[in-house]
């Protein structure tokens, strides 16, 4: 929960540690994305955009359920999924070339 900040530096300070604290989770989510490239069989299986759109209404939802703003919410996962689809088409094609070998 936030609280309220006095000066700037505080609310810097605050935004810093959440930094510091999301890119961990994103850290985390990205060796389960990992994981998630050898189970697909193809780069369709990777873009999945009904899973996409799944996790979307999902997050949007969450963000109405702890008071965050739904449209900032999408913004920030559609870039977030986009990237981390690119590295996981990256490793499936590294994964692919290394079983043909």
Same mark, same amino acid.
């Given at each position: 929960?936030?609280?309220?900040?006095?000066?700037?530096?505080?609310?810097?300070?605050?935004?810093? +540690?959440?930094?510091?604290?999301? #890119?961990?989770?994103?850290?985390?989510?990205?060796?389960? !994305?990992?994981? =998630?490239?050898?189970f697909k069989k193809d780069t369709d299986g990777i873009k999945a955009p009904q899973r996409v759109e799944q996790?979307?209404?999902?997050? +949007?939802?969450?963000?109405?359920? #702890?008071?965050?703003?739904?449209?900032?919410?999408?913004? !920030?996962?559609? =870039?977030?999924?986009?990237?981390?689809?690119?590295?996981?088409?990256?490793?499936?094609?590294?994964?692919?070339?290394?079983?043909?070998?």
């Amino acid at each position: 929960m936030a609280v309220t900040c006095t000066t700037l530096e505080e609310v810097r300070s605050n935004i810093d +540690r959440l930094d510091q604290q999301i #890119v961990s989770l994103l850290a985390e989510r990205g060796h389960y !994305v990992s994981q =998630a490239a050898r189970f697909k069989k193809d780069t369709d299986g990777i873009k999945a955009p009904q899973r996409v759109e799944q996790v979307i209404s999902k997050v +949007r939802d969450l963000s109405h359920t #702890v008071g965050a703003n739904p449209d900032v919410t999408e913004q !920030v996962y559609r =870039a977030m999924i986009a990237a981390f689809i690119q590295q996981e088409l990256v490793e499936h094609a590294a994964l692919a070339s290394h079983q043909t070998t």
